[in-house]
Structures are given as C-alpha cells and as structure tokens.
C-alpha cells in the first residue's frame, strides 16, 4: 500500500495575535510610536517657528541620532544583564517625564528642546534592544517573521498617524499639547507591558562594575565579528544605511525643487510611504514562509533599489509618489528580513549588545549620509537620488551572493557537477573532537555557546572530526543515519537523485551550515546525497549527543527551526518523499523547548 504523504502543517500568519503578551506588545508599540512621531514632527514644527532656521531643524533631527554614539553600545550591556521587560517599562516611564516636560522648559528657553530630545534619545537606546530582544521570547521561531511584519506595522505604520496629528494640533491647538499627548503615550505603552507575562532575565554571575560593563562590551563586539551571519548583515548593512540618510534628506527637495510638487504633495508622499510600508509587512505577514529568509532580504534590497531609481526619472510628482509606494513597499521584507535573521542567529544571552550594535552603526552611518546629501546644492538632485538607489541595486546583488543570506551561482553549478561526478563515499579518518574544535563551532554557530562546561565535555567526548577531500561524498541517499554533520570549515552541496541522473533541491551549504539532522534525530534513512566541493572540515555528532545539546533550549530552536525551513522549502509536488519527513518528530522537537525551559524554571525554584 502507498503512503500517503502529509500535508505540513502551515501556520495561520495571525496566529500570533492569539498571544496574550504578543498582543499586548503590539498596542505598546503602536500607540508609543505614534506618540514619539507626534513629538518629533512638533519639536521641528517648533524650532521652525520660533528660529526660522531650516539648518536647526536639521540639527533637531539629528539630535535624536546622537545620543546612540554615546549611550547605544553601553545600553546593550545592561539589556543583557536585566528584566527585559522592566528595562521596557522604566524606560517608558523615563521617556514619559522628560517629554512631558518639554512644554515647561521652552517657557524658560526655547533651546532647552535640544536638551531634551537629546536626554529622551539616550533613554530610548535602553528600550530599542530590550524589545527587539523580547520578540522571540513571545513568538515561536515558525510566528517570528509574521510577528516582525505585524510589529513593523505599529512601528513604522503609525507614523502616519503621529505627522498627522502633530500637523492638526499645530494648525489647531497650541504646539505644547502634541509633548503632553506623547507623554500620556508613553505612560499607556508602560501601562500595557507591566502586564506582559514573559519574563527574560538573565544570569549573572558577577555584580555589575565598570570592568564587568567594559568586558560584557567586548563579548558581544567579539560576537558580532566572530559569527559569519551577524558579521555579514553588518557589513552589507553599513552601504544602505548610508543610501537611507541620502535618500531622506533629498525626497524633500526633489518633490518640492525638481518636481514642482507643493508642501501637501510632498507630505503625501511621505504619508503614502507608509502606506506601501503596511502593505508590504501585511504581504511578508501572509508569504514570509514561502522563502527562506534570507531571499526576503535580498528581494528587499533589488526592490527598493530599482523603485527608486525609477524615482529619480519621475517627471511628474504623480508619478513619484506611485514609485515612492513601491519603495515602501519593499522596504518590509528587508526590514523583517534582517530583524528576524538576527533574531535567529543571536544567542539569548547576547541579544542587548548584538542589536545596540547595529543601531549605533545604523545611526553613524545614516547621519553620514545625511550629511552626504548636503553635496544635492552642487550636484542635480536625480543624480545624487540615483546614486542613493544603485548602492541598493548593488547591496541586493552583494547580498544575492554572500553565503548565509544568498548563495552564488558558481556555488551552484559547483555542487551541481560535484554530484553528477557520483563520488566513492569518502574514506577520511575520524579524529576524536578537541575544546578548539568545540571553539570553532561556536565560532560558527555561536548558540552552541550557550552549553555547559559539563555539556561541552559531553560534547567533545562523542564527537569527530574528519577532514574530507574535495569531491568525495559524505552520505548517500538511503544511507543508515546515526550522526549530523557541522561544516566547521569549506562547503557542501546537497540533493536528492532521480533515476536518471538528475538532482532536485539542490542546495549548497558553507562554514556554520548542518546537515543530516532531520534523519539522524527521527532514525530515518538518508534522503538525499552529500557531496563536498572543496575540502572541507566536518565535525560527527551523534543522536544522542545532539539530544543532549537540544537540552539548552536555544540549541533546540536553532536545530527544530531549521527543519522547518528546510520542509517548508522542499514542500512542492515534485518532492514528495522529503516533504513528509516525519512531521510528527518535527512538531516533537517544537514542543520541547519550552518543556525544558518550564523544567529549569521548576527546577530552579526548588
């Protein structure tokens, strides 16, 4: 009798919202934020009035940026050593006061604005890595895009909603009103996360000093450098910061200056920036599974790039705003994209440092291309806005092609050949795995950092490492599964063979990348035929050893997040044999992480 395969199970994209601290999340960020866009659109209305200096509104804009060159980095280290939750909640609170006073410290000075946006800037920096650490201890590793896309909504979606009510009250009411609203703002956003549920403290050994802060510092710059994945999204991320400051700056004068547009065209220009932004989160809400994430990113870059360059050639402001919506648009799988990879690829612990990181070298860099579009009174506008657009283009292109986030096609046709070659099984001796091995791994998948002293011995004593010759195979299809394999160094291809000599879902893997998990956990055969392309470091880990490890709840993400991923991409009708891996194990593997962390958690109370 023919098995029939099962469907996978495809989570519904709200599924999220049936989360009580999810939805609690969501309301705090969407009324903060709109409170936070009321105050800055009304500092500038404000400065404007009184100074009738455009440089000064420039440097209020900036003011809210410079504060994370100073405060940023240290933030991370404290987000790491405390409640999450309540460093939420008091900075809030702290955010509450000091714009609730700003309409009392104009009276005295006008200039004491700045004073105050730059304090209220430095609290924030201990907010912003607190909840983007937050997310994935509230949405499972399977809701994590779809809650990134939803977040992203509240985040940037109500902007909208905090210009326009800033522009009413300026027109309307006197300007103080639009401080005291976000004040009140900030006070429900405190409101909503005090009943939040989730608690992500972490365990410190030591008391927090300056050696410990500057040493807690290194760790995560060191994480950062050390883990491929998170090194790679900053160094793509650092050129389209850039282009971002540029591209802001001159939206302005091309709507206005080259296109002829009035102020209200151009504020709705930006209002319907939005508006493409939320359609794009609600799309990667729905579709983020049909990819892996990584494509998302790379789809965002391509997309915003070719948007605006078709921006730069608008003739008329109609049209402008039509391919201005687009870049909206794409800017949310490349938002999602890059928040949920890093999510994904931080340790628990490490979480704080790893995103100040990227905010403080987001906001260096973005006020460099701020400055960068001062060069648009000398140089034509469409110029500079297409050259904001091609770094895009070529940042999408760059990314297309970075292992970890894309993967090249030389890469492919590689490990195409390799496969076609039909390889002996190679017939490399195993050594038995050293603590530099183990650091290596670590190096390359810094989650297994999180094990034990104890664990890593464990680790270490069942584990071996080959060195493999390029081109030989290391499992075939059908084979007999008893261990994984981690690429400590070199690169692999992977497909399934058809009988005639052709492979589908064909994929390449590089350092940090595993493979032979899903059989080796559910003691399934092989599916598929493992080929290396250049030599390679391999490091043998056994069932049972790589159960033990999935103890540490973040291991066991990583491992039940990548078997999703590698269904959900081998979910087609051509594939069906892969597409019904044992998806009873894998909802197993799901359900056990949060077992093990309530068992610690009982454990520890005891």
Request: proline residues 4%; contains cysteine; aromatic residues 10%.
């Amino acid at each position: 009798m023919t098995a029939v395969a099962e469907a996978p199970v495809r989570i519904s994209p709200t599924a999220v919202f049936k989360k009580h601290d999810f939805v609690l999340m969501w309301v705090a960020q969407l009324v903060s934020t709109a409170g936070s866009s009321l105050t800055d659109l009304a500092a500038g209305i404000y400065v404007y009035s009184v100074t009738g200096s455009a440089f000064l509104v420039g440097v209020t804009l900036m003011a809210t940026a410079v504060p994370s060159l100073v405060v940023g980095l240290l933030a991370g280290v404290f987000v790491d050593r405390y409640d999450r939750r309540s460093v939420m909640i008091y900075s809030n609170l702290a955010q509450a006061v000091v714009v609730g006073l700003i309409p009392f410290l104009i009276g005295v000075n006008p200039y004491l604005l700045f004073a105050a946006i730059l304090v209220n800037s430095g609290v924030k920096q201990f907010f912003d890595p607190a909840y983007e650490s937050l997310i994935p201890e509230i949405a499972s590793d399977d809701e994590l895009a779809a809650a990134n896309a939803f977040l992203s909504i509240a985040s940037f979606g109500s902007t909208a909603i905090g210009f326009a009510g800033a522009g009413l009250i300026a027109s309307a009411f006197s300007i103080e009103w639009a401080f005291w609203i976000d004040s009140l703002t900030f006070v429900f956003s405190a409101g909503c996360l005090f009943f939040l549920r989730v608690r992500s403290k972490m365990e410190v050994a030591e008391d927090t000093s300056v050696g410990v802060v500057i040493d807690n510092l290194k760790t995560g710059i060191r994480t950062i450098v050390d883990t491929p994945i998170l090194r790679t999204l900053f160094l793509i991320g650092a050129p389209a910061f850039f282009a971002f400051g540029l591209w802001n700056v001159l939206l302005l004068p091309m709507a206005i200056k080259v296109l002829g547009g009035s102020e209200f065209e151009y504020g709705l220009q930006e209002g319907l920036t939005s508006v493409g932004f939320v359609a794009g989160a609600l799309f990667m809400a729905r579709y983020s599974d049909r990819l892996p994430i990584g494509n998302w990113l790379i789809l965002g870059y391509l997309g915003m790039g070719i948007g605006g360059v078709f921006y730069a050639f608008s003739p008329t402001i109609a049209i402008a705003i039509f391919w201005v919506i687009i870049t909206g648009f794409f800017n949310s799988p490349l938002s999602v994209g890059r928040q949920t990879l890093l999510q994904r690829n931080t340790p628990r612990e490490l979480r704080g440092r790893v995103f100040s990181g990227l905010y403080v070298m987001r906001d260096i860099i973005f006020l460099l291309g701020m400055a960068g579009a001062g060069l648009a009174d000398v140089i034509d506008v469409r110029v500079m806005l297409l050259f904001s657009s091609l770094i895009l283009v070529v940042v999408g292109i760059a990314a297309a092609v970075t292992p970890g986030i894309g993967r090249p096609a030389a890469e492919w046709r590689r490990g195409l050949s390799a496969l076609r070659a039909r390889p002996a099984h190679t017939t490399a001796t195993a050594r038995p795995a050293t603590v530099s091995d183990f650091d290596r791994l670590a190096g390359r998948l810094a989650t297994f950092s999180l094990l034990s002293d104890t664990q890593r011995v464990a680790f270490i004593g069942d584990a071996h490492v080959r060195e493999v010759a390029e081109g030989e195979k290391v499992v075939s299809q059908g084979d007999e599964a008893t261990v994984a394999y981690f690429i400590l160094d070199g690169e692999a291809a992977a497909g399934i063979p058809d009988a005639d000599g052709s492979y589908r879902g064909l994929s390449t893997m590089g350092a940090g990348d595993f493979f032979g998990e899903i059989a080796a956990l559910t003691g399934r055969a092989r599916t598929a035929d493992v080929v290396v392309t250049q030599p390679t470091t391999l490091m043998e880990v056994p069932a049972e050893t790589l159960r033990a490890a999935m103890e540490v709840p973040e291991v066991n993400k990583l491992m039940s997040s990548t078997v999703t991923e590698r269904l959900q991409r081998t979910n087609q009708p051509d594939l069906p044999r892969l597409a019904s891996m044992d998806r009873s194990a894998l909802r197993e593997l799901q359900r056990k992480a949060p077992e093990v962390e309530a068992q610690q958690k009982a454990a520890a109370e005891a």
